[in-house]
């Protein structure tokens, strides 16, 4: 889930655009690109997004680390759109308010997700994103509809459950932040999966590589810059393997002002 649309634009399969709690458009990011600005929703900057080629490698350093993507074309996908997926994580006729007698976050939501597909949740402020991403993860039970995975109702299963097979990273990362250096941060998830220690130890020297933490594994977490704190939790759901992995914001706090690149 992000409003920073060129940042994701050249990896997204799909765009899903949500706006006051309902889906207007999904489909190729081309397609959903023309449907906001013919419909002028956020029109001033698609002109932008369709030059974020000329900008691709300054912009996209942060996610191209972390998912060790490799593409031969400065806005080449990664993934083959032709690629068949297998469909397994889906929101049926979601509707969800936080009070009983307060609105509608989200009316009669439908929404699949595959496994294996990169999909960018899109829309202003307030439209509902992360109320979608925290249904998907059990922190929020919709008022009516139902959770599917893998052919199952999965509605009333909490977080913890769905742990197994869906990593979650929030947009303030120190919500999720306990231990004392970034290393055993890390280490926490793949221990509580009951992998040996040395097991353990090559995931997260992985997921420290990929994510530029190598060298600050001994630090503590909450010690450390925003946009390095946001790393540190990206590293700690890529240790988990999970089958999906939810970013809200993941771009937040890597720009120039978060993070200082070499």
């Not at 655009?17 to 397609?31: F, R, S, V, Y």
């Amino acid at each position: 889930a992000d409003h920073h649309l060129g940042e994701v634009l050249p990896y997204a399969n799909r765009f899903v655009l949500i706006d006051k709690g309902h889906i207007l458009e999904t489909g190729a990011p081309e397609k959903v690109m023309k449907f906001m600005f013919n419909y002028g929703i956020y029109s001033e900057a698609v002109p932008d997004l369709y030059k974020i080629q000329l900008q691709l490698e300054k912009k996209i350093y942060i996610l191209k680390k972390i998912f060790k993507f490799r593409y031969s074309a400065p806005c080449g996908f990664p993934f083959d759109r032709r690629e068949p997926f297998t469909m397994n994580l889906s929101l049926h006729d979601v509707s969800f308010r936080y009070k009983d007698k307060g609105p509608d976050i989200l009316e009669h939501v439908t929404v699949s997700f595959q496994q294996g597909e990169l999909v960018a949740l899109t829309g202003r402020n307030g439209s509902g994103k992360t109320t979608i991403t925290r249904i998907i993860t059990g922190l929020e039970k919709p008022k009516s509809g139902s959770v599917e995975w893998d052919g199952k109702d999965i509605t009333m299963w909490d977080a913890a459950e769905r742990s197994r097979f869906i990593g979650y990273v929030f947009q303030q990362p120190d919500r999720q932040m306990f231990m004392p250096t970034v290393r055993e941060e890390v280490a926490f998830g793949p221990r509580q999966q009951g992998k040996n220690e040395a097991e353990i130890q090559a995931i997260v020297t992985e997921a420290l590589k990929a994510t530029d933490l190598a060298d600050r594994e001994t630090e503590y977490p909450r010690s450390l810059s925003r946009g390095d704190k946001q790393r540190v939790a990206i590293a700690s759901a890529i240790a988990m393997s999970s089958k999906y992995l939810i970013l809200d914001e993941p771009t937040s706090g890597q720009d120039g002002r978060e993070r200082k690149f070499d």
